[in-house]
Each structure stands twice: as structure tokens, then as C-alpha cells.
């Protein structure tokens, strides 16, 4: 479904140039659920900006779907974005004083969809990340950050997107609250969503069946894993 | 799509209510006072212009010179030079004459019906009116038959109304006594405002020759008042009533003239310098604020639209097109405006006409004009500053926008 071919990013920044990607090629499948784990610098975010549609890669090849993003316009990234990828990022990035249900329904806005349908999906959506009933109505500043993150997780998968991208959801949680969130998306993965999670604690990649390790922008290992059971 | 974009607008306006609040405060305050501002000048400019022309118009004073008796200067105006003839030979002779209007002028007591006053009794003829901007309220001024007669009539101000019969009480009728003669009061002039010495509603017109034969006793006149048809041609006017009168009064130089005159151009130009200042002064003060409002209108929207950049990311990153954004925050900066615009409108409305209502004197106007230039210029700084950085930052990638701190 992602496939991946001789991906290159480089920044120049005045007279330096850096290869935050260099020469990655690699393909991920449908109901797959891969970690991409590497140290800070190692170009893994870049990666997954390239990965989310966020950005486009210097050179090589990205298609998703068999669709090539590399070449797509700005309007037809964010459509992909809408319609294909959920983000959950490690600062939640909820839209601040508003309810739990309007965050959800966001990724709707300037759709072809009535009022009902979205508050529907939204319930849906939030139900299906583990959010209870009552807390719909909530602000989004009320929330615990394990609630926050049942928000995000919500939102991106309103869509029902091919790919659920996580950029270090487990950033500003406590140890627990942290499986809590794995373990949803643990959940997801088995109810058939693909998954790509980046971070940067082997605790956190283990939920994965597989892990590809990236350092100097460069795939070092590519390994399947067998989670443990994370039990705290 | 379009209901999204109004729904998304208000709701957004409305969640961050201290925010909205505070960026229309700054557009009332910056529209309010420049409209207040413009309208207490206009007021002030015109209760000017109003006060001078109470004068008259394009009037020339005309006095007699000093008298001198055994050597004693006794100064200017005492000396019995100027007649009645004089004024009528200015009017028939000269060109560009609109109206002249000898006069003789004594203090009195007044008395009616056991209230008295001490006003100055003028007696002069129907071409005053014309020539000091005099207009009839009530009843008549006097008329060509009650002149020849020496008729015992008077049109007496409404401040001397007021003294002596008391306010809202139509005088025309009634009878006062001057110099122990009766008089019937035939009319009341029109408020022309004015205070102390300068009471022009404070007074009590009689016919001129009525004035000469029981108030005055001889034929001089005290002054002539001419006015000239137009401004343009006072000077030439001026320059002719002077060889017309050492002519009549057979002196050969100017310099031992036994009158002397008195421009209204004079004063006229030294008002329209004053109102001119005064108009710079002010529209100075209005661009000021208006600058300072402008300012203070982009600070916020800079602000707001600074903090909001992660906003604009993650409404990117979740895949809303950046036209829908910008439709967004154009939108945000057009409501915010014209609320502000509006608000700021009748605000500025309101403060002038408490202005007019407290200060009795000053008659505050609105022009249209500082409306739409106040409202245009916080509106165009609204959206320019509302809108472009919002623009700029829809155009960042989602990632640097999400990143923004």
C-alpha cells in the first residue's frame, strides 16, 4: 500500500546542506503495524511528514494507494490528507475551548455532508477510540491528556483513512495513561487499520508488529517484532 | 461549504469571546473618537463662523473723530462730524453699496411695569437690518411712515424682553417707558447670541429720528454702518466713502479727518486664519488617533493571527484546504471590523451629541466625511492585518505551522 523508493530530503540552510533522508526505499501493507524508531536528528520525523503528505521529498518516488504523492499540488495533498491519513500527534492538537465532538468533526468541515451524518461519525469515531458518552460535550481544555489523546485518535480515524500516523502520541503521557493509548491503537490494528507509529523509545515501538530503525537518515534494521504484553 | 464557512467564523469568534471582544474595542475606540473628534471641531468652526457673521456682513464702521476743545483731545468718537445727509450720500453715490445705517446710540433706563433696566437704545433706520444681520421674531421693525413721523415705537432684543416682562412673553403691544416717554413696542428681534458687552440681544431699537428728536436733541449721528455688496469690493468702497466724506466736510488732508473707519475684512481675515489653524489643528489630532487606532487595530490582528498558527497547521494537516482557511480568517477580520466599524459609528455619534448637550455653546456636527474615512481606514487595517498574516501562514507548510511556538 506504501510503497517507497530511493525517498531523499535535503535542507540547505545557507551554505549547509543536510540529508535528512538519504536513498530509503521501503513498502508497508494493509493491517500492518510498524514502528519507525530512531534518536532525535535521525530523520525519522521527516519521514513521516513525507509519509502524512505533509511534505514532498527532494527526489524519489512515494505512492500511497498507488497514488504518487511526490508530484501532487497543495489542495490535492490536503485532500489525500483529509481522505486517506489520520494524524495523532504528540502534542494533541486539539482546537482549544471547543467541544470534544466539533474536534472530532473538524476533518468534515467544507464536506459534502450534512450536520447529522457528521455527528454520527463523530460519536462513532469516539466510541470506536474509547471516549465515554458523556464527555462528548466537553471543552477540550477539560480533558485529562489520555482523554486529549482519545480525541485525537477520534479525529483521525473520522475518515476511515487507509493509514493512522502517529508522531510520539505517547510524548506527554505518563507511563500509564501511555499503554492505555498503545493499546488502543493496538485495538485499531487488529479491527484491520494500518498504522505507523514514530518514536523514539523501544518501550513505545514494542507495541508493533514490526520496527524499522532509521539513523543518519539511512533504514538501518527493518525487523518483525512480537510485542510483549505490556501489562502495567 | 458556504454555511461551514459562516458557521466556522462565528463559533470561532465566539470561543474566544475576550479576544473578539478586545480587537472590536479597539476598532470602536479608534472610529468613535475620530468621529467625536471631527464633529466637536466642525462644531467649533462653525459657532466661529456663526459668531463673526452675527457681526454683519462686509461691514464698514464709519465713527466720528475726536473732539478737541481748547486743545483737549476728549478721543475718537466724541466729535458731532457725521449726519444723517452723509449716510445718504454714501448710499446714493457710491457703487457696490448694499445698505448704510446711521445711528445714534445712548444708554438708558427702561422701565415697564415696575421692572426696569439700563440697555443701549439704538436709533437708526430699516437699512440696519441688512447691514448688522438683524432678523424680526415677532411683530415688525418700524416702517417709512413711523421714520418721517418720529413715531414713539420699539423693537426692542429678547434679553431685554426677558428683563423686563419676563421670558416667552410676546412684548408687541406693550408699552415702555424711556426717558420718562412712553413707547409702544411694535416687534422683538431674533436671538443673535453673544454675552456681556457684546449683548446684541440686549438692546432697544427706536427710529432714527425718533432717537434725534427726544433722546440725542441734535441731528449728528454716532456711527454709520455700511455694508459693501460684497467682499471683494470693501476696499474700494472704503477708499470712496473716505475722499466722498473730506469732501462733504471740505478738508483737504486725510491726516486731519474728523472720522474714522473700521473694516469688518479685518476681522474676517483674521478668523478665517484662526478657523484655518484650527482646521489643521484638528484633522492633525483626528490622523493621530486615527493612526494610533490603526495601529492598535493591527497589533491584535497580528497578534491573534501569530497565535493562531498552529491552529492554521493543524487545519491544514487534517486536510482543509488553505483557500477555506484564508476564506476563514478574511471572513474573522471582515466581522470583526465592520462590528467594531459600526459600533464605533454610534458610539462617536453618541459622544458628540452629549458634547452639544452639555456644552451649550458648542453645536457639534457630524460629517460624513470623517464617518468614511475613519470606517475605511479601520477596516482596511482590519482586514490587511487580519487577513495577510493569516495568508502567509496558511501557506506555510502544516508542519512549520504546527511547530510555531
Known amino acids: 500500500m506504501i510503497v517507497c523508493k530511493n525517498l531523499t530530503k535535503t535542507y540547505i540552510n545557507g551554505d549547509v546542506t543536510t540529508n535528512a533522508l538519504a536513498n530509503v526505499s521501503f513498502s508497508i501493507e494493509k493491517g500492518e503495524f510498524v514502528s519507525i524508531i530512531g534518536p532525535s536528528g535521525s530523520g525519522k520525523s521527516t519521514l513521516m511528514h513525507i509519509i502524512g503528505a505533509l511534505d514532498t521529498p527532494t527526489s524519489g518516488e512515494y505512492s500511497l494507494d498507488g497514488k504518487e504523492v511526490s508530484k501532487l499540488s497543495d489542495d490535492e495533498l490536503s485532500d489525500l490528507r483529509r481522505d486517506k491519513i489520520g494524524f495523532v500527534f504528540q502534542s494533541f492538537n486539539l482546537l482549544p475551548r471547543t467541544t470534544v465532538l466539533r474536534n472530532v468533526m473538524l476533518p468534515l468541515l467544507y464536506t459534502n455532508t450534512t450536520k447529522k451524518e457528521r455527528e454520527e461519525r463523530a460519536e462513532q469515531s469516539l466510541q470506536y477510540a474509547g471516549m465515554e458518552k458523556d464527555k462528548f460535550m466537553n471543552l477540550s481544555n477539560q480533558l485529562s491528556g489520555g482523554q486529549m489523546q482519545r480525541v485525537a485518535i477520534a479525529r483521525a480515524l473520522i475518515n476511515n483513512p487507509a493509514i493512522i500516523l502517529a508522531d510520539e502520541p505517547t510524548g506527554n503521557l505518563d507511563t500509564k495513561t501511555s499503554h492505555l493509548v498503545m493499546s488502543a491503537l493496538q485495538e485499531l490494528n487488529k479491527k484491520g487499520h494500518t498504522i505507523i507509529l514514530i518514536t523514539h523509545e523501544m518501550d513505545v515501538a514494542d507495541y508493533a508488529n514490526r520496527i524499522i530503525h532509521i539513523r543518519d537518515g539511512m533504514i538501518e534494521k527493518d525487523e518483525i517484532n512480537i510485542p510483549n504484553d505490556h501489562k502495567i | ?405
Open chain 2, 1 to 405: 461549504m458556504l454555511k461551514d464557512l459562516l458557521k466556522e467564523t462565528i463559533w470561532s469568534l465566539s470561543a474566544n469571546k475576550v479576544r473578539s471582544g478586545l480587537t472590536i474595542l479597539g476598532i470602536v475606540i479608534g472610529i468613535a473618537s475620530v468621529i467625536a473628534l471631527v464633529a466637536i471641531g466642525q462644531g467649533a468652526q462653525n459657532s466661529i463662523e456663526k459668531n463673526i457673521e452675527a457681526i454683519g456682513s462686509n461691514l464698514i464702521m464709519i465713527s466720528p473723530g475726536a473732539q478737541r476743545i481748547g486743545g483737549i483731545n476728549q478721543g475718537g468718537g466724541s466729535a458731532q462730524s457725521l449726519t444723517v445727509e452723509d449716510a445718504e450720500a454714501i448710499k446714493n453715490e457710491i457703487e457696490n453699496v448694499k445698505a448704510v445705517a446711521p445711528t445714534v446710540t445712548k444708554r438708558s433706563q427702561i422701565t415697564a411695569k415696575g421692572n426696569n433696566t439700563n440697555t443701549q437704545v439704538i436709533g437708526t433706520t430699516e437699512d440696519y437690518l441688512i447691514v448688522r444681520n438683524v432678523a424680526i421674531d415677532s411683530g415688525s421693525f418700524f416702517s417709512q411712515q413711523q421714520m418721517k413721523g418720529s413715531a414713539k415705537v420699539a423693537v426692542i432684543g429678547p434679553t431685554t424682553r426677558d428683563d423686563l416682562f419676563g421670558a416667552e412673553i410676546d412684548p408687541v403691544g406693550k408699552i415702555i417707558r424711556i426717558n420718562k416717554m412712553d413707547f409702544t413696542v411694535i416687534g422683538m428681534t431674533i436671538t443673535k447670541g453673544g454675552s456681556g458687552f457684546n449683548n446684541q440681544d440686549d438692546v432697544v431699537y427706536v427710529p432714527l429720528t425718533t432717537a434725534q428728536h427726544y433722546l440725542s436733541g441734535d441731528e449728528y449721528v454716532n456711527s454709520i454702518s455700511v455694508a459693501a455688496s460684497d467682499q471683494n469690493s470693501m476696499t474700494a468702497v472704503q477708499e470712496q466713502i473716505s475722499t466722498l466724506l473730506l469732501a462733504r466736510h471740505k478738508i483737504s488732508d486725510p491726516a486731519d479727518a474728523d472720522f474714522s473707519m473700521m473694516n469688518q475684512n479685518d476681522i474676517i481675515a483674521t478668523a478665517t486664519s484662526i478657523t484655518g489653524t484650527f482646521t489643521i489643528l484638528l484633522s492633525s489630532i483626528a490622523g493621530i488617533s486615527l493612526l494610533v487606532g490603526g495601529i492598535g487595530i493591527m497589533n491584535m490582528m497580528l497578534t491573534t493571527v501569530t497565535e493562531r498558527t498552529r491552529e492554521i497547521g493543524l487545519r491544514k494537516a487534517v486536510g482543509i484546504r488553505k483557500l477555506y482557511i484564508n476564506l476563514q480568517f478574511l471572513a474573522e477580520a471582515v466581522i470583526l471590523t465592520f462590528l467594531g466599524g459600526a459600533l464605533g459609528i454610534v458610539l462617536g455619534w453618541i459622544m458628540s451629541l452629549l458634547v452639544t448637550r452639555f456644552i451649550s455653546s458648542l453645536t457639534t456636527s457630524i460629517s460624513l466625511s470623517s464617518i468614511f474615512l475613519a470606517f475605511g481606514v479601520s477596516a482596511g487595517v482590519g482586514i490587511v492585518f487580519g487577513f495577510y498574516p493569516a495568508r502567509r501562514a496558511a501557506n506555510l507548510s502544516p508542519i512549520e505551522a504546527l511547530r510555531y511556538e
